[in-house]
């Protein structure tokens, strides 16, 4: 890969305009210029002190679930505070302009939906909703942090009064929820699949790019699967996809 950045950028632009099913699967790394810590990544702010594959587990949760909102609910609140950058705005216009068919995100921060994308597989869930954990009921997830932040701590339901409400997110130790396997459904079809923001640690979603026949990796660290790709950037994804908005644009194609 001695090419430059430009030349990795025309290329990334000709796989995507000449695919025919074209998807995107994103990691922690694209959130990360919207404020939003790679928990992977040694912490930062909020998550400098905690672990939260173990502090924020679902044993963890079923073992003292006021002492998992105390931990959690300022993070949640920081994840559901953030807004998208250039990288999930371009991403939701190229679906908008027929050249992306759909986004599979390990992120649960929602910020392909604020950015506009429609057709999203959040596999790991997201912070819009909670359910109890007893009669199984959604609920909003703005009710569960009204209920913490007057003092209701653990969150109970409101239909069975009984339940605690959990975030409707898989934490460690959850199993995958039904968006991972409509995703994996999904990229049968898909012939050209651009990895943004994730390094492809976290399995089972790592699985997933094996069955694309034409990758391209953008992201800052090395990954499992750039032997394969056919194009790799090793940069930030804001900056990528600014740049790739700019080349289709040029190509008069945006
Ligand atoms: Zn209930």
Request: glycine share 6%; charged share 25%.
């Given at each position: 890969?001695g090419e430059g950045y430009?030349?990795?950028?025309?290329?990334?632009?000709?796989?995507?305009?000449?695919?025919?099913?074209?998807?995107?699967?994103?990691?922690?790394?694209?959130?990360?210029?919207?404020?939003?810590?790679?928990?992977?990544?040694?912490?930062?702010?909020?998550?400098?002190?905690?672990?939260?594959?173990?502090?924020?587990?679902?044993?963890?949760?079923?073992?003292?679930?006021?002492?998992?909102?105390?931990?959690?609910?300022?993070r949640f609140?920081?994840?559901?505070?953030?807004?998208?950058?250039?990288?999930?705005?371009?991403?939701?216009?190229?679906?908008?302009?027929?050249?992306?068919?759909?986004?599979?995100?390990?992120?649960?921060?929602?910020?392909?939906?604020?950015?506009?994308?429609?057709?999203?597989?959040?596999?790991?869930?997201?912070?819009?909703?909670?359910?109890?954990?007893?009669?199984?009921?959604?609920?909003?997830?703005?009710?569960?942090?009204?209920?913490?932040?007057?003092?209701?701590?653990?969150?109970?339901?409101?239909?069975?009064?009984?339940?605690?409400?959990?975030?409707?997110?898989?934490?460690?130790?959850?199993?995958?929820?039904?968006?991972?396997?409509?995703?994996?459904?999904?990229?049968?079809?898909?012939?050209?699949?651009?990895?943004?923001?994730?390094?492809?640690?976290?399995?089972?979603?790592?699985?997933?790019?094996?069955?694309?026949?034409?990758?391209?990796?953008?992201?800052?660290?090395?990954?499992?699967?750039?032997?394969?790709?056919?194009?790799?950037?090793?940069?930030?994804?804001?900056?990528?996809?600014?740049?790739?908005?700019?080349?289709?644009?040029?190509?008069?194609?945006?």
């Open positions: 890969m430009q030349e990795k950028l025309r290329r990334l632009a000709e796989l995507l305009l000449s695919a025919n099913y074209p998807m995107a699967l994103t990691g922690a790394g694209i959130s990360t210029e919207s404020g939003i810590p790679d928990f992977r990544s040694p912490g930062t702010g909020l998550w400098e002190k905690i672990d939260p594959f173990k502090e924020l587990s679902r044993s963890a949760l079923m073992r003292n679930p006021a002492r998992f909102y105390e931990i959690g609910l300022p609140r920081q994840i559901r505070s953030a807004e998208p950058n250039p990288a999930h705005l371009v991403l939701a216009e190229l679906e908008a302009h027929g050249y992306l068919k759909g986004i599979v995100t390990q992120n649960i921060d929602g910020l392909h939906i604020k950015a506009g994308s429609k057709n999203v597989f959040e596999v790991h869930g997201h912070l819009r909703t909670c359910s109890c954990m007893r009669c199984g009921k959604e609920d909003s997830f703005d009710f569960l942090v009204d209920l913490v932040e007057s003092g209701v701590n653990p969150p109970l339901c409101r239909f069975c009064q009984e339940g605690v409400l959990r975030p409707n997110v898989v934490l460690f130790h959850d199993p995958m929820p039904r968006a991972f396997y409509d995703a994996a459904e999904t990229l049968q079809y898909c012939d050209f699949l651009m990895v943004i923001g994730s390094s492809l640690q976290v399995y089972p979603v790592a699985y997933l790019p094996a069955r694309v026949e034409k990758l391209a990796i953008i992201n800052i660290s090395p990954t499992p699967y750039d032997s394969k790709a056919l194009v790799v950037i090793r940069e930030k994804a804001g900056k990528v996809f600014s740049d790739l908005w700019e080349v289709l644009r040029q190509k008069g194609k945006v």
